[in-house]
């Protein structure tokens, strides 16, 4: 690293703040790419080709699940909160930083690999009409759904990795670095945002294109907390697990497209329901319509039963409680005894069915009160979108196979990591 270069890398950080300050915040425009299809590499057919991560984290009280990843040279350890949401990776940096928000260390130092503002790292990450202010640089605006943001520039740098099988690997990956941050109402002190979606800025996406890992990100959250995420199809065996195809028509998200709401086996008339997997979502949420619809039939359900609803428990938009304080979601089950499904059209009159058992919507708040964590997503800006969030993937191996374009799930004992393919199934 010359100091020549960390003097430009400086100047062009300045340049860009000055223009973007008195800019107001705008929408980002992720495009929707696909991963590319090349699998030249003989690393994609070792043994071990997939990289593995323990999870920290729960639903209910932390709120988000997080990874610890080493980048840097030296290394260093970051928090990242995993988001199959959004595409880019970024960290709160020292470039030096106008506003950032508490994160648990200290800010990352960034290297002075710019990217280029003409890469297609950079092209993926705005409309094809984006003209390029600084052409030595790409600079990034991007927002979340619950109203937080980063404004930052892209970098490359080194990202220390493992193979299941123990070999290392230190690619050089293009990231964020993000020196003007505004929290949103979900707010978490994490160091950073690690993006897992379907676009070709994400982390595995560019894995896949360097020829480390096919282009396959799964996550297995825990009911009792942590979990495990990975990168590669190594970890699990595609006969276990229930498929779905992905939507190309909303390419921008994890889709398997429309899907109507089902409760206690039957369809409830509640259709075309646009459905995205969203690991960046503590809970889940339907669309006013549903939302409605499903909290009627709930109500209906426990009528006449020993639960009251709890409006002074404000942890969830609607709780209940009983008798006596409940310990556990299972403490609670005998009262939700009716099923939920999100029901997919897959092909022709074939549907695949996408389960919600009492553990998947449901929390015991720390007043020993019944919540349910299914939420109107459109009255916090989801308009018409219906998100599937980590209370309903809890316990579960979810996968999403970029290169198959299928997305599946199996039922999983998510408490230990993985040591070969079907260990972790029930």
């Known amino acids: 690293m010359r100091k020549g270069q960390v003097n430009v890398f400086f100047l062009l950080l300045f340049l860009s703040l000055s223009s973007a300050s008195d800019q107001k915040w705008r929408k980002a425009m992720m495009s929707a790419y696909n991963g590319s299809s090349s699998s030249s590499s003989m690393m994609m057919n070792r043994v071990g080709s997939s990289i593995l991560f323990p999870i920290h984290g729960n639903v209910y009280p932390t709120g988000y699940y997080n990874v610890t990843i080493n980048i840097g040279h030296p290394p260093k350890p970051y928090f990242l909160d995993l988001d199959t949401g959004s595409d880019l990776t970024w960290l709160q940096c020292n470039a030096p930083c106008v506003h950032c928000i508490e994160a648990p260390h200290p800010l990352y130092q960034p290297s002075n690999d710019l990217v280029a503002c003409r890469h297609p790292l950079c092209a993926a990450l705005h409309p094809p009409d984006y003209k390029c202010e600084s052409p030595d640089q790409c600079d990034y605006e991007v927002e979340y759904a619950d109203g937080g943001s980063s404004l930052g520039v892209l970098v490359r740098d080194v990202f220390s990795l493992n193979y299941t099988n123990g070999v290392r690997l230190s690619p050089r990956l293009a990231l964020g670095c993000g ?4 929290p949103g ?9 690690l993006g897992l979606g379907r676009g070709k800025s994400s982390i595995v996406s560019q894995l896949q294109s360097q020829g480390l890992v096919r282009n396959v990100v799964g996550h297995c959250l825990s009911g009792r907390g942590g979990g495990f995420l990975f990168f590669g199809d ?11 195809s992905m939507s190309q028509e909303f390419t921008k998200y994890y889709s398997p497209g429309s899907a109507e709401l089902h409760f206690g086996g039957k369809a409830t008339g509640i259709k075309n329901l646009i459905v995205i997997f969203d690991s960046g979502s503590s809970y889940t949420y ?35 409680k009983g008798r006596k304080p409940f310990r556990s979601v299972h403490d609670a089950k005998k009262y939700f005894k009716t099923s939920l499904a999100l029901a997919f059209a897959n092909s ?28 109107n997503g459109t009255q916090v800006g989801l308009q018409n979108l219906n998100v599937i969030g980590d209370i309903s993937m809890q316990d579960r191996m979810v996968v999403y196979d970029n290169e198959k374009q ?21």
């Open 234 to 244: 190594g970890l699990y065996d595609s006969s276990h697990v229930t498929w779905t």
């Open 286 to 320: 339907l669309n006013s319509q549903a939302y409605q619809a499903l909290t009627l039939l709930l109500k209906k359900e426990l009528s006449g039963r020993s639960l009251k609803e709890a409006p002074e428990d404000q942890t969830l938009p609607l709780c209940w």
């Open 348 to 375: 022709g009159r074939r549907k695949t069915q996408f389960e919600l058992h009492p553990e998947a919507y449901l929390i015991i708040s720390n007043k020993g009160n019944v919540c349910l964590g299914i939420l």
């Open 185 to 193: 109402t979900s707010y978490h002190p994490l160091d950073g945002i």
């Open 406 to 426: 299928v997305i599946g799930w199996s039922p999983a004992n998510c408490d230990h990591l993985p040591r070969f393919k079907s260990s972790y199934y029930m």
């Open 179 to 182: 020196y003007d941050q505004i």
